[in-house]
């Protein structure tokens, strides 16, 4: 999984980025014109899986990933015209699975106004911006071939312009693509363009120290309900509220020292937690597990996802020579002990391709290639 932090300068969105990945980059490089995008990689913790290592003694634990990218800011001298992002920015935030925007809800002595409504309102407006430029281009592309080709190729043209003439519907209304439904074949296509509205979108409110950010993210909430229409509930952005400065500075903290300054603050949760959890509910994302004397790994699958793909995330060869999957829930295994256990109290099941993967599954795949 892949995601990409967006925001104003001034916003604190390296300094949430360090928090999210305990790194120490420089929170003035965008600033000074030093800019590059920083990157880190960073696991997803998970006590299921370390106490399925614990049980079995694994060798070797593996964590599933995160990578996170903090690219540029938004420009404010650029925003409404549709090249407030820049092509940079764009560049790195398209090929991501998920975008974080941090909105500003401090007050210091930079001398930037404190207005997360408008930051928040402004950032919506240059993602639907830049989709409709994109869109806009491709289909003037489209219309130029259509007057010029006949037959199937035509009306295979024609059918993607009609696609995107109901993005650009969509777009115009100031409402995000993820909300829009299309079809299995209209997904495939629309896909390809990596759209950032058609991501999904965590908000992510910078407050001072002591501040939970409730007023704000109820007013930030019904700003987006408002813009989006009748977009479902699953299309509108998630909104979390922390404060970067404090999140940062405990998170380069010994792991040992950061339970005591968790509770100081009254935390219950790192931050960084609590983002990977909303990114994996917003992206459909979930965890199973493989287990064995030699390692211990979790996998990281959409939500629906059958076994016989399941098998692929591990290995392509266990996808190929697919037979069946030996499976049992976590929490079964755990309390039994052992796989021979786990087997005498029928909590070890035989499932086939089909079988559609539970978040917390163990499972071993038999396969012949």
Request: aromatic residues 6%; glycine residues 8%; contains cysteine.
């Amino acid at each position: 999984m892949q995601i990409a932090l967006i925001g104003f300068s001034k916003s604190g969105k390296t300094t949430v980025f360090n928090a999210l990945t305990g790194a120490n980059a420089e929170v003035s490089a965008f600033a000074t014109g030093k800019a590059k995008t920083h990157r880190a990689v960073v696991e997803v913790p998970d006590t299921r899986l370390d106490r399925l290592h614990q049980l079995f003694q694994s060798k070797k634990l593996v964590h599933a990933t995160v990578d996170y990218l903090d690219p540029i800011g938004i420009r404010r001298d650029q925003v409404g015209h549709g090249a407030s992002l820049g092509e940079d920015m764009l560049h790195t935030i398209s090929t991501t699975d998920a975008l974080v925007a941090v909105i500003r809800a401090f007050e210091d002595d930079s001398g930037v106004e404190c207005d997360p409504e408008g930051d928040l309102e402004t950032i919506f407006l240059e993602l639907v911006l830049s989709d409709l430029a994109k869109v806009d281009t491709r289909l003037q592309r489209l219309e130029s071939q259509i007057q010029r080709i006949g037959g199937k190729d035509r009306q295979s043209l024609e059918y993607q312009a009609a696609i995107l003439k109901r993005l650009k519907e969509t777009l115009e209304a100031g409402r995000r693509i993820l909300g829009l439904e299309v079809n299995p074949d209209e997904d495939r296509f629309l896909r390809s363009f990596q759209f950032l509205t058609a991501k999904p979108l965590l908000v992510v409110l910078n407050t001072s120290e002591g501040d939970t950010g409730e007023a704000h993210l109820a007013e930030l909430q019904d700003r987006i309900r408002k813009a989006s229409g009748d977009s479902p509930e699953s299309a509108l952005p998630r909104f979390i509220a922390l404060c970067g400065r404090t999140e940062m500075e405990i998170a380069q903290l010994p792991s040992d020292e950061r339970a005591v300054f968790l509770e100081e603050y009254g935390i219950k949760e790192p931050g960084a937690f609590r983002i990977i959890r909303v990114s994996y509910d917003a992206l459909g994302l979930m965890s199973f597990f493989t287990v064995a004397p030699n390692e211990a790994h979790a996998w990281t699958i959409h939500r629906g996802t059958p076994a016989l793909e399941a098998a692929g995330a591990v290995h392509s060869d266990m996808q190929r020579g697919f037979i069946r999957a030996q499976v049992t829930p976590w929490e079964d295994l755990l309390r039994d002990g052992s796989f021979a256990e786990a087997k005498k109290h029928a909590h070890l099941r035989l499932e086939g391709k089909e079988y559609i993967v539970q978040d917390g599954d163990v499972i071993e795949i038999m396969f012949s290639v």
